[in-house]
């Protein structure tokens, strides 16, 4: 039998949370912001290039 009542710090954060989360972030990274967001999305970009060529490789 699971304690809900000790599962309960694992929710998910509300809108109030989030909003608090996301000012944290900006403080801490706010200036290498741009820079963060570039590198990941040149990583989702080979990402889905990698994963095309593996399925163009497997295609007969």
Same mark, same amino acid.
């Given at each position: 039998?699971v304690r809900?009542? @000790? =599962?309960? *710090?694992l929710e ?7 909003? /608090?989360?996301?000012?944290?972030? @900006? =403080?801490? *990274?706010?200036g290498r ?6 590198? /990941? ?20």
């Open positions: 039998m809900t009542d @000790l =599962l309960a *710090f998910m954060p509300g809108s109030t949370e989030w909003l /608090v989360i996301l000012l944290v972030g @900006l =403080l801490f *990274f706010g912001l741009p820079e963060i967001a570039r590198s /990941v999305g040149k990583s989702i970009a080979e990402f889905k290039k990698g994963i095309k060529d593996a399925q163009d490789e497997f295609r007969p």
